[in-house]
């Protein structure tokens, strides 16, 4: 009996991680979709990214800011009033090529 619920442990853990590791991997795909997401940062005010650069207009000369994740959790925790997120984050990695890619146009 202890035997079988160490083995489903191992297989819930197993599980767990490969569920983990298949999760977003950053991509500007999925930074669109946060772009355009009005709960980034767990904003409750209604607001996206969006609202204000729409289709990322204007963001080709901040593609190649140093300070690009800097100014992206500025306006989170600013306009979105939203919570900054981690700078080493799938999300912020994935937001920061989306604005990348605007550049490439
Ligand atoms: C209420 C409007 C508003 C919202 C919503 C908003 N921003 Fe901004 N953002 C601004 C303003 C105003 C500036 C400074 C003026 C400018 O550079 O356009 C700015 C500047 C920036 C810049 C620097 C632009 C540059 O040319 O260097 C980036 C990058 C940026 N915002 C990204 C974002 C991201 C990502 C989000 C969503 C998390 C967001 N903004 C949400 C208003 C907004």
């Known amino acids: 009996m202890k035997n079988l619920m160490i083995a489903g442990l191992v297989l819930s853990a197993a599980f767990l991680s490969v569920s983990l590791s298949a999760a ?3 991509s500007s795909a999925f930074g669109k979709k946060l772009f355009n997401d009005t709960h980034l940062g767990s904003s409750v005010n209604d607001r996206s990214c ?3 650069h729409i289709g990322g207009k ?4 901040a593609a190649v ?3 690009l994740a800097a100014v992206i959790n500025f306006c989170i925790a600013g306009p979105l009033k939203g919570k900054k997120i981690a700078e080493n984050s799938v999300e912020m990695q994935s ?3 989306y604005i ?5 146009k």
């Open 24 to 26: 977003e991997k950053p």
């Open 50 to 52: 969006n609202t204000c």
């Open 58 to 61: 204007g963001m080709q000369k």
């Open 65 to 67: 800011r140093s300070d």
């Open 95 to 97: 937001l920061t090529l």
């Open 100 to 104: 990348q890619s605007l550049k490439e």
